[in-house]
Nanobody, 114 residues
Framework: VQLQASGGGLVQAGGSLRLSCAASGSDLTGNGMAWYRQAPGNQRELVATWTSSRTTVYPDSVKGRFAISRDNAKNAVTLQMNSLKSEDTAVYYC?????????WGQGTLVTVSS
């Protein structure tokens, strides 16, 4: 299974970005999907989860600004990020977890300039 993340880039504070993660090699229906991020010197942190029961979960740091969505037909997940802040700067990783296995995608860099 490969998870291919895309959509990162440079954006000004207050702007928006949309990250995408496409899975290939296996049907991940039944797995949950998530986005993590890791800033330099920091641990990887969970920023959005889409569970197999279609529940979404966000930490307080991004709640109301980030939205995760799942497209089962495309075997993909997206992360819409609005009202971006400089502290959102990080490498973002997509993740799939559940009965079909645990997988990481490569990271995509998001840089928010103030």
């Amino acid at each position: 299974v490969q998870l291919q993340a895309s959509g990162g880039g440079l954006v000004q504070a207050g702007g928006s970005l949309r990250l995408s993660c496409a899975a290939s090699g296996s049907d991940l229906t039944g797995n949950g999907m998530a986005w993590y991020r890791q800033a330099p010197g920091n641990q990887r942190e969970l920023v959005a989860t889409w569970t197999s029961s279609r529940t979404t979960v966000y930490p307080d740091s991004v709640k109301g600004r980030f939205a995760i969505s799942r497209d089962n037909a495309k075997n993909a997940v997206t992360l819409q990020m609005n009202s971006l802040k400089s502290e959102d700067t990080a490498v973002y990783y997509c993740n799939s977890f559940g009965p079909r296995g645990f997988y990481w995608g490569q990271g995509t860099l998001v840089t928010v300039s103030s």
